[in-house]
């Protein structure tokens, strides 16, 4: 599947959430660093750190799919505004033919 890239002011809810998992497991790490001595409580903080990366990616996963999806929305709201233009445009052309039509009438009519 392609990724496509939407550039914007705000960094990206994807982007924001690898941000706080990051964020989150290096903040565990240091404290785990400062206060355990033992190899379990290390290896518990790893495995948090995994499970917060996993959460992640799982988050991130889910927006881009909801970015394909409002990406499909607006390519179809895109087509039907514009067969709503085309159908407009051959409107105007229909109306512009019957006035041109009822004056060349109402002009014969007047010249007898």
Same mark, same amino acid.
Do not use: H, I, W
């Given at each position: 599947?392609?990724l496509?890239?939407?550039?914007?002011?705000?960094? %990206?809810?994807?982007?924001?959430?690898?941000?706080?998992?990051?964020?989150?497991?290096l903040?565990? &790490?240091?404290?785990?660093?400062?206060?355990?001595?033992?190899?379990?409580?290390?290896?518990?903080?790893?495995?948090?750190a995994?499970?917060?990366?996993?959460?992640?990616? %799982? &988050? &991130?996963?889910?927006?881009?799919?909801?970015?394909?999806?409002?990406?499909?929305? #607006?390519?179809?709201?895109?087509?039907?505004?514009?067969? #709503?233009?085309?159908?407009?445009?051959?409107?105007?052309?229909?109306?512009?033919?019957?006035?041109?039509?009822?004056?060349?009438?109402?002009?014969?009519?007047?010249?007898?």
């Amino acid at each position: 599947m392609r990724l496509q890239f939407y550039p914007t002011k705000e960094p %990206s809810k994807m982007k924001k959430t690898a941000l706080r998992a990051s964020a989150l497991a290096l903040f565990v &790490a240091m404290a785990a660093g400062c206060a355990t001595t033992g190899l379990d409580d290390v290896k518990a903080t790893a495995d948090r750190a995994a499970s917060d990366a996993a959460a992640a990616a %799982s &988050a &991130a996963e889910a927006a881009r799919a909801a970015a394909d999806r409002a990406a499909q929305a #607006a390519s179809s709201a895109q087509s039907t505004a514009d067969q #709503a233009l085309a159908a407009a445009t051959e409107s105007q052309a229909c109306c512009e033919a019957n006035r041109e039509s009822m004056e060349r009438m109402f002009k014969k009519s007047m010249s007898k």
